[in-house]
């Protein structure tokens, strides 16, 4: 069955099951991360049409339909829309209810916010001057980087600053970084980070690339831009946490996971840095200002009271950054670098709250080596 109901604000995407007489059972339920979470009343309109599966001689009706929301002021129209909700999801029910709400977030939503701070984490900077490499001449390196531990307030993002997520999964992000020079003093880089699972999230197919050189060079002083992007994505238990899955008390777990969410956050960006360099014996010292134009994305798979939830979140815009950093050689080819990077965001915690500066600062190592 579908159904399209319309009205002045936004549609929110649901569904719902009919039984075998044909009764309606409509749901209305919203994402982890949406506004639909402030519903007074869900209003639909619908027509059956039955399906029938070659695995049971009754039909089998599957149902989907549009819902319109209005806004709350507070959660307290919540609790009776999810008890409605639980009320109508009977076990008779053939198909399974799921909930498509797909959203494009406002740049400052607590749910835009999370994602920005862990992209920027990611940021492939130039951590230094380009390097002189010849025509075929190229190094190798280790990236690491710090990632800040969120506070519990922090981590509170879900349903534009109700629910909390769990973010805090791998305290550093790392990448192998391969660097080739190239005729008219180019350089190429390219980054990769393996896909280890640490903590439940994994990254997959997570792949950075740049290019630049030096354009001004004067004695002891350079100056630097290369133009930088990255495509790929991770996933993990975001939603609904491995260990909350399944558990019965609702202070614990209020939302009512069932289960652990396979979430995919896209992690996509492409941005441009100007990078000044200063060189003193085996010594270098670096300051770089840039600016990245994020394209990201949740697409969240959770079970929750035997709802599946398949919205969609995206959030683009731009992030500039800024670091500062030394480097030092170790002989002819190692060389150990260290660089802060510092990202400024803002956010809305709560609607109608100021919006208020919650930047990334991370600590950040690298190890290279330079091939002869």
């Not at 059956?48 to 089998?60: E, K």
């Amino acid at each position: 069955m579908r159904t399209r109901f319309r009205s002045g604000v936004a549609p929110v995407s649901a569904s719902v099951t009919t039984n075998a007489s044909g009764e309606c059972k409509p749901t209305c339920l919203s994402n982890f991360f949406s506004t639909a979470s402030r519903t007074s009343q869900c209003i639909v309109m619908y027509e059956t049409q039955t399906h029938r599966m070659p695995s049971t001689p009754d039909p089998a009706p599957r149902s989907a339909i549009f819902i319109s929301a209005k806004p709350l002021h507070n959660m307290r129209g919540l609790l009776p829309l999810l008890m409605a909700t639980l009320l109508l999801c009977s076990p008779s029910a053939r198909a399974q209810t799921i909930v498509h709400n797909d959203e494009n977030l406002a740049s400052d939503r607590p749910e835009a916010w999370a994602m920005k701070y862990f992209v920027a984490s990611t940021l492939m900077t130039a951590f230094g001057e380009t390097p002189a490499l010849a025509a075929g001449r190229w190094s190798v390196a280790l990236d690491l980087g710090h990632i800040p531990r969120l506070s519990e307030a922090q981590q509170r993002v879900g349903f534009n600053g109700v629910k909390s997520e769990d973010l805090d999964k791998s305290p550093v992000f790392g990448r192998m970084r391969f660097m080739l020079g190239l005729p008219g003093r180019w350089v190429a880089e390219l980054g990769y980070t393996p896909p280890l699972s640490i903590n439940g999230t994994q990254p997959r197919d997570l792949v950075a690339i740049a290019i630049g050189r030096r354009v001004f060079e004067r004695d002891r002083f350079t100056l630097s831009v290369r133009a930088f992007g990255q495509h790929g994505h991770a996933r993990g238990d975001i939603t609904c946490s491995a260990r909350l899955a399944g558990v019965l008390d609702r202070q614990q777990n209020p939302f009512g996971c069932q289960a652990p969410s396979n979430d995919h956050f896209t992690l996509n960006y492409y941005g441009i840095e100007l990078t000044s360099g200063w060189t003193a014996a085996s010594w270098h010292a670096h300051a770089s200002v840039g600016a990245a134009r994020t394209e990201l994305a949740v697409q969240v798979d959770a079970l929750t009271f035997d709802v599946r939830d398949r919205s969609r979140l995206v959030a683009r815009g731009v992030m500039p950054f800024a670091t500062i950093g030394a480097s030092r050689d170790l002989g002819a080819h190692w060389n150990l670098g260290v660089e802060v990077l510092h990202v400024p965001l803002d956010v809305q915690r709560e609607s109608g709250a100021p919006r208020e500066s919650d930047p990334l600062t991370s600590l950040r190592l690298q190890l290279l080596y330079r091939f002869d």
